[in-house]
C-alpha cells in the first residue's frame, strides 16, 4: 500500500501493521462466476500467538472466502479457507460459509449474514469479507454481463443502468448524470429544511 505523504508538522510515524482485503472475479466456462474474497493481517514485529511466535511479516491471519453467483447474484455455491490464524481452532466451524447458499447479494443480504453467520456461528473475519461481495459483483460483472435485478423497482424506470441513483455522485439531479446520462437527469431536489436529512430515495446492497 502507497505510503500517503504526511502534512510537513505531523509527528514521524512506523508502519505497525498491514491489513488488506482483496477481491477476484473470475468468469467460468459455465456461465457462472467465482467471487474470491481475501483478508490479510500482517505484524511487522515479531508477536506471540497462542504460545507459539509468530515472525514478522508472517499473517496473523489470512482467509480466504470463495462465493459462485449467477447473473442475478444469486450465490450458488460457498466455501471458505483458513491460510493463518491465530489458535487451530479457527477453521472449525464446519464450512459454515455454506450458509450463503440461496443468498441474493442485492436483496436483503448482510442481514441474512448476521442471522446465519454473527457472533459465535462464524469467523469474525470471514464474516466481514461478505460485506464487500454486493458491490465486488458489481464491479466484477460490469460490461461483461446484463446484471438480472432480483425485484422490480416500481418506482425505478425500466432500462436504468443499473448504478444510477445509487451513490451521491451518481444520484439524479447530481452533474454526472446531467453529463453521461442526460435521459436519466432530473432537476436538482429542493434545498432540505435545516436539521432534516432527506429521505433516501433507494435502498440496497451496494450503498
Not at 441474493?104 to 469474525?124: H, I, K, M
Not at 464487500?132 to 436504468?160: K, W
Amino acid at each position: 500500500m502507497r505510503n500517503t505523504p504526511a502534512e510537513p508538522t505531523a509527528p514521524v510515524r512506523r508502519l505497525v501493521h498491514r491489513r488488506s482485503i482483496s477481491v477476484e472475479c473470475y468468469a467460468r466456462e459455465d456461465g457462472l462466476w467465482d467471487l474470491q474474497a481475501e483478508l490479510r493481517d500482517v505484524k511487522t514485529r515479531d508477536i506471540t500467538l497462542s504460545e507459539r511466535n509468530r515472525p514478522a511479516g508472517i499473517p496473523v491471519h489470512d482467509m480466504l472466502l470463495v462465493v459462485t453467483i449467477d447473473n442475478a447474484l444469486n450465490i450458488t455455491e460457498a466455501r471458505s479457507h483458513t491460510l493463518f490464524s491465530p489458535y487451530a481452532t479457527c477453521d472449525d466451524h464446519d464450512d459454515a460459509y455454506k450458509k450463503l447458499v440461496g443468498l441474493n447479494l442485492l436483496r436483503g443480504f448482510r442481514a441474512a449474514v448476521r442471522e446465519r453467520l454473527g457472533g459465535v456461528l462464524g469467523c469474525t473475519h470471514l464474516t466481514e469479507l461478505t460485506q464487500v461481495l454486493p458491490t465486488a459483483a458489481i464491479q466484477g460483472l460490469a460490461g461483461l454481463a446484463t446484471i438480472a435485478l432480483p425485484v422490480a423497482d416500481a418506482e425505478r424506470p425500466a432500462h436504468m443502468p443499473f448504478q444510477l441513483n445509487r451513490c451521491h455522485a451518481l444520484r439524479l439531479d447530481g452533474p454526472a448524470v446531467a453529463e453521461f446520462y442526460p435521459r436519466w437527469a432530473q432537476p436538482a431536489a429542493p434545498q432540505r429544511v435545516e436539521g432534516k436529512m432527506p429521505t433516501p430515495q433507494i435502498e440496497d446492497e451496494t450503498s
